[in-house]
């Protein structure tokens, strides 16, 4: 939309849209992030990836402002998100645009008011052009026939498309997907993931993609990072992560259950447990 | 053993601020929300029109015992003229505000929490925040008015069929004079009483309303965690409510 | 937005119910005049006046031989007369009360609620609308009563300002 021109003038001069820098944060003490950096670059497909319970839906409420990093810094279009107030903070939020896990999609709104909902709220536009955007990036995704269903009854691919209509509908600089490969059949995946690049291809929209799903990231990512216990364990594009010799980035990589991640839970001595079951 | 019980205290002083708080932002996105009137539309539907079966049953069966037993005990000192009076300032002061504000608490607070809880849990409110809507001014707020519009309205609706079941047991089926039933009640009552119900209503409709709202709104994001916000609702509802009424009714006296 | 029109229909007519149902609780409630009936019931007016009406009320129920007959719609002050003037509103099908019948205020039980008896003359020439009943009797007013009962007892046993004792000497 046109306003974002001129803010991103200075922005437009710096290659990096996100920029993480030394991030700690705990949740009642325990910690999530400890010393954390991750540059998005403008353009690129960027890649956070990492065992489950790493805190990558945690990064996303730190990079959308919705929570405070303890220590270190997040900026986002040059600003750091801790100094913005309320209305900076929204207004920022609208140049960017979030694909949820499971689509969010609002229940009792059908699938074109779903779309519609962003611009209804921030854009007074003529009912006539809000009925050609909407179709518009409902025919990019696909499901321009769908306009008229319940999100009740999409299936989940159907639904997360709908959701990424509804994420580019204001024309984001930014999108970030939530884990956007989890669930999907072979077929909607396979349509996630066209959708994803040409959103980056044709749109030149700069992408974050948070996701566990090793072979899906190479295809699509140019530059990738892994995370492990709280910090960058290993950056780089795909290949380069491939050919990495840390222990922890190949047992990820190579999906084994033996490496620094342990097979088994902490337990006691194996023999003594069992031992002491038939004594007892 | 101090210590804890020290915490404890503390926790509950600090929750009750948290909600304190939550009501203030409630009260203040109530103001954007009155700009999306087909919201509030909508939710004065959801909590008023969809209750109203129930608010019409209760309120008739209501007014029917009130009948029966207003009449059996009035026979013994000869004083049944005095029904009419007698379940008309029960049903205006205490029984019409109390048992509508519970039923509503039942019904209508239960479905409140249940639909902002399974938003919560399904991210929807999360997704409002990053399209940057604020979720209190969609969706709380139109909630809290449509749960405050609805209840006066609810109870009115009570009392008036209570009354019609009264005299339908009094006056109809055990013989109590109908002139004598309602010029009794008409003489004995004062617009006071009247006012006291539905001051009492209002507040009632306000403080479970936000109940409600607030139960759902910090609901864990789990099937059963809204399932555990929703039996809060009603048991804090219900305490509420009764408390509240003292209070009134001592106020008002 | 789905079904917006039957839902917004639905909100207005469950606010308009509520409304006429607050509006009746504050007006007809507490005021005095409330026409209950179902149906009228076709009534001619007749009017009585009493020294002193006790606690009658509009709407209360005219009674003959114990059967309603009709009901109070108005009462008043006579200024001409310095007496309540009571309106009886008598259900037509009654027509045939004489001219000399007997308007009395009695009392339901004890503790009830106050109504109009009639009881019925001799004569020929019947009440009709707009006529006035003569021959009325006030209520009994139960502190007078008490008073009369006092004041006579007492000066039956002879001890003045002694008040209630029942054994004059012990």
């Known amino acids: ?280 | 053993m101090s210590n804890g019980s020290r915490e404890g205290a503390l926790e509950g002083v600090r929750k009750t601020g948290v909600t304190a708080l939550f009501f203030g932002r409630l009260l203040a996105a109530c103001v954007p929300a009155l700009a999306r009137p087909r919201l509030i539309v909508a939710q004065i539907f959801n909590a008023g029109a969809r209750s109203l079966i129930i608010i019409m049953l209760s309120g008739l069966f209501t007014g029917m015992v009130l009948g029966l037993q207003g009449y059996d005990l009035l026979h013994r000192f000869g004083a049944t003229s005095a029904l009419g009076t007698a379940a008309a300032l029960s049903l205006l002061k205490e029984l019409g505000p109390v048992l509508t504000a519970l039923l509503f608490a039942g019904r209508a607070g239960t479905a409140l929490t249940s639909e902002i809880g399974l938003m919560r849990a399904t991210d929807q409110l999360t997704a409002m925040e990053v399209m940057a809507v604020d979720p209190l001014s969609y969706v709380a707020a139109p909630r809290f008015l449509g749960g405050l519009i609805a209840m006066p309205l609810l109870t009115g609706v009570f009392i008036v069929i209570g009354l019609f079941g009264a005299q339908l047991v009094g006056v109809q089926m055990m013989g109590v004079d109908h002139g004598i039933f309602w010029s009794q009640m008409q003489s004995a009552i004062a617009l006071k009483d009247v006012t006291e119900g539905i001051v009492k209503s209002l507040v009632f409709g306000a403080v479970l309303s936000l109940i409600a709202v607030n139960e759902g709104y910090h609901a864990e994001p789990t099937a059963a965690g809204v399932g555990r916000a929703t039996t809060r609702t009603v048991v804090a509802s219900s305490v509420m409510t009764l408390l509240l009424d003292y209070v009134l009714t001592a106020a008002f006296l | 937005m789905r079904a917006n029109r039957s839902l917004e229909i639905g909100t207005g007519l469950f606010v308009l119910l509520g409304l006429a149902a607050l509006l009746f609780l504050t007006t007809q409630l507490p005021s005095s005049g409330l026409k209950f009936g179902f149906g009228k019931v076709p009534a001619y007016q007749v009017t009585a006046q009493f020294g002193n009406i006790g606690q009658l009320k509009v709407g209360a129920p005219i009674r003959m031989a114990g059967v309603r007959i009709g009901d109070v719609t108005k009462i008043g002050f006579n200024t001409d007369s310095d007496r309540a003037e009571v309106w009886l509103s008598i259900y037509k099908k009654f027509n045939q009360i004489p001219v000399d019948s007997f308007a009395s205020i009695d009392t339901e039980g004890l503790l009830g609620g106050q109504y109009v008896s009639i009881s019925p003359g001799g004569l020929e020439t019947y009440l009709k609308d707009g006529s006035q009943i003569q021959e009325t009797q006030s209520a009994l007013v139960l502190e007078n009563l008490i008073n009369k009962f006092f004041a006579n007892y007492s000066s039956k046993s002879g001890s003045v300002g002694q008040g209630g004792s029942k054994e004059p000497k012990k």
């Open chain 1, 1 to 280: 939309m046109a306003d974002s021109q001129s803010t991103s003038q200075s922005a437009a001069e710096s290659d990096t849209v996100i920029d993480v820098r030394d991030v700690h944060y705990s949740i009642d003490g325990r910690p999530i992030f400890a010393g954390l950096d991750i540059l998005v670059r403008r353009g690129l497909i960027t890649a956070v990836m990492g065992p489950s319970g790493t805190g990558k839906t945690t990064l996303l409420r730190l990079i959308t402002g919705q929570i405070d990093a303890d220590r270190g810094r997040v900026s986002v279009f040059g600003r750091e998100v801790a100094d913005m107030g309320r209305a900076e903070i929204y207004a920022t939020r609208r140049r960017m645009g979030m694909l949820f896990q499971n689509g969010a999609l609002l229940t009792d709104l059908d699938v074109f008011e779903n779309v519609a909902f962003p611009v209804r709220e921030h854009a007074n536009l003529p009912e006539p052009l809000v009925q050609k955007l909407v179709l518009t990036k409902l025919e990019a995704v696909g499901l321009r026939g769908a306009a008229q269903l319940m999100p009740a009854e999409l299936s989940g691919g159907m639904a997360r498309r709908v959701a990424l209509a509804r994420a580019i509908v204001m024309d984001p600089e930014v999108l970030i997907y939530d884990e956007p490969f989890v669930g999907l059949d072979p077929i909607s995946l396979g349509v996630i993931m066209r959708l994803i690049k040409e959103m980056n291809d044709v749109l030149g929209i700069t992408s974050v993609v948070v996701s566990h799903d090793v072979h899906e990231i190479a295809t699509i990512a140019d530059y990738s990072y892994l995370l492990s216990e709280g910090r960058v364990v290993d950056s780089g594009s795909p290949a380069e992560l491939a050919a990495s010799d840390s222990a922890t980035v190949r047992q990820f990589m190579t999906g084994s259950a033996e490496g620094p991640v342990p097979f088994h839970y902490p337990a006691a001595d194996y023999a003594t447990e069992l031992l002491g079951a038939e004594r007892g």
